[in-house]
């Protein structure tokens, strides 16, 4: 994998090889520096010391002016075609989901108030013009956009002084770790520009490969990449399940009143863990969408499809499975190798960073539930070959199904204008767009 340097560099190569595309990515910096500006006025509150506001309200109109600027340096304000205009609307989107993400990272929710989020958030995250615009003023071509963007990057430094002056006023109980937030902003960083450098060496290619036939669970996962209303709600929906696992795996024993396996506790917090990141990663897009008709309904029909999907791998698992901790690690096995898989794919497909981000994070954890749970398996003298692969392809079946009906909704939500997919790619090759290819495939 490419380090960060190397990666930015390389995605400023491919967008600076065609004015259009730089129009398309100079709109992208541009719309980040409006939603900052957002963010910035968005954290005034009760909590913000008077007379900080007019800094604050300063530092917001310098975001705005540094939007301004960026789009009037757009060799083309209009897009060529439709396809450019797709792709800039994509990498919008990805850039969107890199800021909300971090203004919802679950350090950063720590904060004990709103005026605490804002000096942590800015801090850190006004990193992130050093890191993206150095290397665009040297990649590009144009001496207009590098003393443009030269200018811009200039105010930055102030940015990040003006935080660290907050900063100092802010009482011990009300910080946290600047190097946690680092972190994780340098991580979100690079997620975005390697998304981004796949959906332009995407659009660079032109040409449509047809799919071999694939699974519903494949599908699931390109569908849910076009439909951010989708994608939030079956986010929400898998940390939902993760509770929901949690209680399943400590049914076994309650029911039967049996004391929980030693791996069982710290296994169950992890689970808890986990419900909490997902469901945290996509809370401001979530409260948009809550306030669109129908959304709602779907993020309830995702829960119940997961909670029916659980209900019923447990209850397979019983029939087979007769002894208590025998049953909770090979149900564990399985539903850790199906998590691995799916977040995996999730992970590869969505344009949004936050969630990338978050399931990055749970995966390392689940590699190692995976590995423990496999261990334990071999040390109780439960290592059965032949029942490990019928657990593996119980679960597939059952996920399979799963995905299927949760397609079906999907598809019918699409009937509802707020929900159709929001990108449509033009072919040359082919006469074809994602929207016609699903609806195509769930009939």
């Known amino acids: 994998m490419k380090n960060f340097t190397e ?5 400023i190569s491919l967008v600076t090889e065609d004015p259009h595309l730089e129009s ?15 963010q910035v006025l968005g954290n005034i509150s009760a909590s913000t010391p008077r007379h900080f506001v007019a800094d604050i309200q300063e530092h917001a109109a310098d975001e705005a002016r540094h939007r301004d600027v960026i789009l009037s340096l757009r060799p083309y304000p209009l897009a060529k075609d439709g396809r450019y205009e797709d792709l800039r609307l994509r990498l919008r989107s990805v850039a969107e ?4 993400g971090f203004f919802a990272n679950p350090v950063l929710l720590q904060a004990q108030s709103r005026f605490a989020a804002y000096v942590h958030g800015a801090i850190t995250i006004e990193q992130f013009p050093f890191q993206i615009y150095s290397a665009y003023i040297d990649g590009t071509s144009s001496p207009r956009i590098r003393e443009g963007m030269q200018e811009v990057l200039a105010d930055e430094v102030g940015h990040i002084q003006l935080g660290k002056k907050f900063l100092a006023t802010l009482p011990e109980a009300d910080r946290l770790s600047l190097q946690e937030l680092q972190v994780i902003e340098k991580e ?14 995407e659009f660079q290619s ?36 993760e509770l929901m696992a949690s209680l399943h795996m400590q049914k076994i024993f309650i029911s039967r009143d049996l004391p929980m396996p030693d791996l069982m506790p710290a296994h169950v917090s992890d689970e808890l863990r986990h419900a909490r990141l997902l469901q945290r990663s996509v809370v401001l897009e979530r409260r948009k969408w809550l306030a669109v008709p129908g959304y709602r309904q ?27 901790e025998q049953l909770y690690l090979y149900g564990a096995w399985g539903l850790e190798m199906r998590v691995f898989r799916h977040y995996t794919d999730l992970m590869r497909g969505t344009d949004n960073v936050g969630v990338a981000q978050t399931i990055s994070a749970i995966l390392q954890d689940e590699a ?13 003298a439960f290592m059965d070959a032949q029942l490990l692969k019928w657990v593996r392809q119980t679960e597939e079946v059952v996920f399979e199904h799963t995905a299927s009906r949760v397609l079906s909704l999907i598809a019918t939500q699409d009937q509802m204008s707020e929900f159709a997919p929001l990108y449509q790619r033009a072919f040359p090759v082919r006469k074809w767009n994602r929207h016609t290819e699903t609806e195509m495939e769930l009939r």
């Open 368 to 380: 190692e539930h995976t590995r423990m749970v496999h261990e334990e398996i071999g040390d109780r």
């Open 188 to 201: 979100m960083c690079l997620l975005m520009v390697q998304r981004m450098t796949v959906l332009v060496q």
């Open 206 to 241: 032109h040409e449509f490969q047809a799919d071999p036939v694939i699974r519903a669970s494949q599908k699931l996962v390109r569908v849910l990449a076009d439909r951010p209303s989708a994608q939030v709600a079956w986010v929400h929906a898998l940390g939902h399940s």
């Open 97 to 100: 989901s890199f800021v909300l």
């Open 298 to 324: 779907l993020e309830r029909r995702l829960c119940h499809e997961l909670e029916r999907y659980l209900t019923r791998y447990f209850s397979l698992m019983m029939r087979q499975i007769p002894e208590p």
């Open 24 to 38: 398309a990515w100079l709109s992208t910096l541009a719309h980040m520096e409006h939603l900052a500006a957002q």
């Open 7 to 11: 990666s930015i560099q390389y995605l």
